[in-house]
């Protein structure tokens, strides 16, 4: 942790506090004078103790020593995201490619995964791209890797929810169980529970299938009951107003396309209102379309 202490000599000036006071009952002023300097590591313990009195968490503290951006993950996440959302496939390919390099420097096989999610992307935006599939090496990869973690976080919620399009109804059942089971330690740290519940809303989209199945008999009521279960589990917050307004257009898809039409109508519809009132125009218009499409 040598790096962070000209990061933590920062925020110690700026609340105006002194190195004998910040080192007051946690470690010496010399050691405490050389970790700022980078001359010296830090434990951490001793570092967690030093936060708690400049009344920081750790993801403040990063957030500054990343100079106020997103850390490398968060920033990998959001620059592939991105760059899907614009339909940039020069970007997306670069990102793959760096993913690709590092995993040959290296041998970490998180960087193959990573370069696996981004070849999802790639394969939905890209009209010249060759149609392999993903070659089943690659789909085990996946599902081995994110098996095998005993506790799933940021990254393993967050790569899952990139590439659930490429696997079988089964295994997104199963990973999705899985990732909210094994996701349980961080349930109250809210980029986590966010991550948790994409996963889920994600899950519950690709069991409804695409629009012009709807009339087809649906094979998944018990699992949707169980997924459905899940987000009633995890509370999402009352101002989550974007959640909780996609979560009642979901349930209005789910009767509709288990046979009670009226019903589902009407919760969509009163999603859409929703959404009027607070003159979200856009997102009102897109659930408007989806229901045309659906009954």
Request: net charge neutral; charged share 25%.
């Amino acid at each position: 942790m040598v790096e962070y202490g000209k990061t933590l000599r920062i925020v110690r000036k700026q609340k105006g506090i002194t190195l004998k006071r910040l080192a007051d009952g946690i470690c010496s002023v010399s050691f405490l004078s050389k970790f700022e300097r980078g001359d010296s590591d830090i434990t951490l313990g001793l570092m967690t103790r030093l936060l708690e009195k400049l009344m920081m968490n750790f993801d403040e503290f990063l957030f500054i020593h990343h100079d106020f951006q997103p850390d490398k993950l968060e920033q990998f996440f959001k620059a592939a995201n991105t760059a899907y959302l614009n339909r940039d496939v020069k970007q997306l390919k670069q990102l793959k490619n760096g993913q690709l390099k590092k995993w040959k420097q290296y041998g970490v096989e998180t960087y193959q995964c990573n370069a696996l999610l981004i070849e999802v992307y790639e394969s939905i935006v890209d009209k010249d791209y060759i149609k392999k599939g993903v070659q089943e090496i690659d789909t085990h990869l996946l599902s081995d890797y994110l098996f095998r973690v005993e506790v799933w976080g940021y990254y393993e919620l967050m790569l899952y929810n990139g590439t659930l399009l490429l696997l079988e109804p089964d295994m997104v059942m199963l990973l999705s169980r899985t990732a909210y089971e094994k996701s349980a330690r961080f349930r109250n740290y809210d980029k986590v529970t966010d991550a948790i519940t994409s996963v889920l809303f994600n899950t519950i989209i690709f069991l409804l299938g695409p629009v012009n199945r709807f009339h087809e008999e649906f094979a998944y009521q018990k699992e949707m009951t169980e997924f459905m279960g899940y987000l009633e589990a995890i509370a999402i917050p009352e101002g989550n107003l974007t959640e909780r307004v996609l979560l009642l257009e979901l349930k209005g898809a789910y009767s509709i396309r288990v046979g009670y039409k009226e019903e589902g109508t009407a919760k969509i519809k009163q999603a859409i209102q929703i959404l009027q009132d607070l003159n979200s125009t856009r997102m009102a218009n897109n659930i408007e379309q989806y229901l045309l499409q659906i009954i």
